[in-house]
């Protein structure tokens, strides 16, 4: 199999929620070609959602040594370290970061919002929906289940 098949087939498994195959494609991609952006990347989500945040760190980490203004990587660091309970604040810059480089990607200004509702900040998130919905109109209705998911909580505290 050619890299570009590995890769395919790892996005393949990937997206069929076949984690432990992903992985396995992905790391024997790696060893012929250790810098490939693409499978540090995929490989990177594939960790994060085995739930093995610290190695999807690492990977993403990497990927960055590569390429430091790589906005997926920026992305999947964010969210492994929130997830493995890492420094919050340098995960949410990461997620800030990949807003910057990549402003009209939806994925990490969502996944912004969603962390810091999930870490409690719930005003942050508020304001951070605020700014991210006029910039993707057709995620309205996600945009307004998340606002009144924050006001019940934000009503809650009250």
């Known amino acids: 199999m050619t890299i570009q098949e590995m890769l395919d087939a790892a996005r393949a498994a990937a997206t069929a929620n076949e984690f432990a195959r992903a992985e396995a494609l992905l790391r024997e991609l790696l060893e012929s070609a250790p810098d490939n952006l693409p499978a540090l990347d995929l490989l990177g989500f594939v960790l994060y959602f085995s739930d093995r945040p610290e190695e999807g760190e690492q990977v993403c980490r990497h990927a960055l040594e590569l390429e430091p203004d790589h906005a997926y990587a920026h992305k999947g660091l964010g969210l492994n370290l929130a997830k493995r309970g890492g420094d919050l604040d340098e ?64 009503q809650a505290r009250r």
Request: charged share 35%; aromatic share 10%.
């Open 91 to 154: 995960a949410l810059g990461h997620l800030r970061r990949a807003i910057e480089l990549k402003p009209n990607w939806f994925d990490p200004a969502w996944d912004l919002v969603v962390t810091l509702k999930n870490a409690g900040r719930l005003d942050e998130a508020m304001s951070e929906l605020e700014q991210a919905r006029p910039c993707f109109p057709e995620f309205a209705r996600r945009w307004a289940a998340m606002e009144n998911e924050l006001r019940r909580r934000l």
